[in-house]
Nanobody, 120 residues
């Protein structure tokens, strides 16, 4: 059973930085993707970024391009989301999710989420 555990959220001032971590377990990841999503109060959950476990393929939402960077450490089975130049509108609960290669269900596994608050 795939398990995902996020960490690294917190309170940061506008223009600041945070790095989120997603520790993945329960599977030998290969062509799978790990993604970050976020949900602000009263809004729909939205895609932020994703990375394929093998290779260098990444994707980003337009709203975070140039500010956020997704990366992985295969040895630690961990995916990171480096967030720079944070804005108040980045405030949300951030979730990591797994999209398993060959599975009919997209983004079937989710972590519990970590709160990011950008405020002065």
């Amino acid at each position: 059973q795939v398990q995902l555990v996020e960490s690294g959220g917190g309170l940061v001032q506008p223009g600041g930085s945070l790095r989120l971590s997603c520790a993945a377990s329960g599977r030998t990841f290969s062509n799978d993707r790990i993604g970050w999503f976020r949900q602000a109060p009263g809004k729909e959950r939205e895609f932020v970024a994703a990375i394929r476990w093998s290779g260098s393929s990444t994707s980003y939402a337009d709203s975070v391009k140039g500010r956020f960077t997704i990366s992985r450490d295969n040895a630690k089975n961990t995916v990171y989301l480096q967030m720079n130049s944070l804005k108040p509108e980045d405030t949300a609960v951030y979730y990591c999710a797994a999209d398993l290669y060959g599975s009919l269900a997209r983004w079937a596994y989710w972590g519990q989420g970590t709160q990011v608050t950008v405020s002065s």
